[in-house]
């Protein structure tokens, strides 16, 4: 089955998010589709595109999603959206525009675990950045590490050498985006809308890069498929080793997209918005086996775990199995989830209690059987969350998110089925 291009439009608010999809319906060949998120419910964007949209040649619908951010408040409007346009319009592309509020990795990781993920193929993330206002907001940051294409807009209305200044700057971001765009009114080049021969969440090789010895030290990159997950506990293990001065990567493991940086002798690691690929710079002493520690990164491929139970891994990588007995065992027990998620069923204990004792200064995150991997969270974030673990005497379901599913009030995209995982980080 062919699969249907996706792109999102992202960007802050008023950096002209709108304008860009106009030029991008009015230039490209074939039919497209339109989804807009408003963060209010005037809808005020989707009004604007939805009066325009009989004009623009090839423009089959326009659907909104109000009343909150589609990776927050509002996503289980997304996915049925995404659906209806593909079996009743069957355009050539789909646009989504989120609202300015909107982080595109969690949009990405969204409609990729979902049941739609065989039929779309996400092109290039286009950010649009608003030229005239300086880059400090960190939902700004986290938009601009996800974008594979930047379109620094407002040009007409900015110094010319200040807009040399910021192109310069997002062209040496590491990583870099696959292209940084100077454009008034949103006039994005038809060739930003396609990935580069080489690049792209449609890589499927292994490529490395092997730098001379310089100076007593040897370097080596590598860039690897976005769905080839790591072992994030066996990745730290291999850059602890002391020969190893640098290490600089955006990689995708068991623990989460996550960002790993060793200098000094300290490896640190933080969650990151990259979703393009798993890349990294390595850099050894001469006298280290470092082809070797390339190809045991390269292997460290996750594995997913078997049977029935839930995996607690501590911030060492020490993991203890819980089972349904020891669910029964814990505090605050909850036989009828019904009664806090109408609609819902099964026998349930607090996400808190699952927890247990928080490590200090640690966040946890959560891991599902296809990949799927929640924003690290502090302790406090559990709220009024549960896990589900049982219907009657029996195991909750797969075909209800069993047989380990944990629902959240606070967060609709909190809510996560076939949990195996539970890691502070």
């Given at each position: 089955m062919?699969?249907?291009p996706v792109?999102?439009v992202?960007g802050?608010?008023?950096?002209?998010?709108t304008?860009?999809?106009?030029h991008?319906?009015a230039?490209?060949?074939?039919t497209s589709a339109?989804?807009?998120?408003?963060?209010?419910?005037?809808a005020?964007?989707a009004?604007m595109l939805?009066a325009?949209?009989?004009?623009?040649p090839g423009?089959?619908?326009v659907?909104?999603v109000a009343?909150?951010?589609?990776?927050c408040t509002?996503p289980e409007?997304?996915?049925p959206?995404l659906?209806?346009m593909l079996?009743n319009?069957r355009?050539?592309?789909?646009?989504?525009?989120?609202?300015?509020?909107a982080?595109?990795?969690?949009?990405?990781?969204?409609v990729?675990?979902?049941?739609?993920?065989?039929?779309?193929?996400?092109?290039p993330v286009?950010?649009?950045?608003?030229?005239?206002r300086?880059?400090?907001?960190?939902l700004l940051?986290?938009?601009l590490?996800?974008?594979?294409?930047v379109?620094?807009?407002?040009?007409d209305?900015?110094?010319?050498?200040?807009?040399?200044?910021l192109e310069a700057?997002?062209?040496a971001?590491s990583?870099?985006?696959?292209?940084v765009?100077v454009?008034?009114?949103?006039a994005l080049?038809?060739?930003a809308?396609?990935?580069p021969?080489?690049?792209?969440?449609?890589?499927r090789?292994v490529?490395?890069e092997?730098a001379?010895s310089?100076?007593?030290f040897?370097?080596?990159?590598?860039v690897?498929?976005a769905d080839?997950r790591l072992?994030?506990d066996?990745?730290?293990?291999?850059?602890?080793?002391p020969?190893i001065v640098?290490?600089?990567g955006h990689?995708?493991?068991d623990?989460?997209w996550?960002m790993?940086?060793?200098a000094?002798?300290?490896?640190q690691?933080?969650?990151?918005?990259?979703?393009r690929?798993?890349r990294w710079?390595?850099i050894?002493?001469a006298?280290?086996?470092?082809?070797?520690i390339q190809?045991?990164?390269?292997?460290?491929l996750?594995e997913?775990e078997?049977g029935v139970g839930?995996?607690r891994?501590?911030?060492?990588g020490?993991s203890?199995h819980?089972?349904?007995s020891?669910?029964?065992?814990?505090p605050?027990?909850?036989?009828?989830?019904?009664?806090l998620?109408?609609?819902?069923?099964?026998?349930?204990v607090?996400?808190?209690?699952v927890?247990?004792?928080?490590?200090?200064?640690?966040r946890?995150?959560m891991v599902?059987?296809?990949?799927?991997?929640?924003?690290p969270?502090?302790?406090?974030?559990?709220?009024?969350?549960v896990?589900?673990y049982?219907l009657g005497d029996?195991?909750?379901?797969?075909k209800?998110?069993g047989p380990?599913?944990?629902?959240?009030a606070?967060?609709s995209c909190?809510?996560?089925?076939d949990l195996?995982r539970?890691r502070?980080?």
């Amino acid at each position: 089955m062919e699969k249907t291009p996706v792109f999102l439009v992202a960007g802050f608010l008023g950096a002209g998010k709108t304008s860009t999809l106009r030029h991008a319906l009015a230039t490209l060949p074939g039919t497209s589709a339109i989804l807009v998120n408003d963060f209010g419910e005037a809808a005020i964007d989707a009004g604007m595109l939805s009066a325009e949209g009989p004009g623009i040649p090839g423009v089959l619908r326009v659907l909104n999603v109000a009343g909150g951010c589609v990776c927050c408040t509002a996503p289980e409007g997304l996915l049925p959206a995404l659906e209806s346009m593909l079996e009743n319009l069957r355009p050539d592309r789909i646009f989504i525009e989120p609202s300015g509020l909107a982080r595109p990795q969690d949009l990405l990781d969204m409609v990729g675990r979902s049941s739609l993920r065989g039929r779309l193929a996400f092109g290039p993330v286009v950010v649009v950045l608003d030229g005239r206002r300086p880059i400090q907001h960190p939902l700004l940051e986290e938009q601009l590490e996800a974008a594979d294409v930047v379109a620094i807009n407002w040009a007409d209305q900015c110094e010319p050498a200040a807009l040399a200044a910021l192109e310069a700057e997002l062209t040496a971001r590491s990583p870099a985006p696959l292209r940084v765009t100077v454009t008034q009114h949103g006039a994005l080049p038809a060739e930003a809308w396609s990935w580069p021969e080489d690049a792209g969440l449609r890589l499927r090789v292994v490529k490395q890069e092997k730098a001379p010895s310089t100076q007593g030290f040897e370097a080596r990159s590598a860039v690897l498929p976005a769905d080839r997950r790591l072992a994030f506990d066996r990745v730290k293990v291999l850059l602890a080793d002391p020969g190893i001065v640098r290490f600089k990567g955006h990689l995708s493991t068991d623990a989460g997209w996550m960002m790993l940086e060793k200098a000094g002798g300290s490896l640190q690691s933080r969650a990151t918005a990259w979703r393009r690929d798993s890349r990294w710079d390595l850099i050894a002493e001469a006298s280290v086996e470092i082809d070797r520690i390339q190809a045991l990164l390269i292997a460290a491929l996750a594995e997913t775990e078997g049977g029935v139970g839930l995996s607690r891994v501590d911030q060492d990588g020490q993991s203890e199995h819980l089972t349904r007995s020891d669910f029964e065992a814990m505090p605050g027990q909850i036989p009828d989830v019904s009664l806090l998620f109408p609609g819902r069923v099964g026998r349930a204990v607090p996400l808190s209690a699952v927890l247990g004792t928080p490590p200090e200064g640690a966040r946890f995150l959560m891991v599902a059987r296809d990949g799927m991997v929640s924003e690290p969270a502090p302790p406090e974030a559990a709220g009024e969350a549960v896990l589900v673990y049982a219907l009657g005497d029996a195991e909750l379901p797969v075909k209800q998110g069993g047989p380990l599913r944990v629902l959240s009030a606070g967060r609709s995209c909190a809510n996560i089925k076939d949990l195996i995982r539970i890691r502070w980080v």
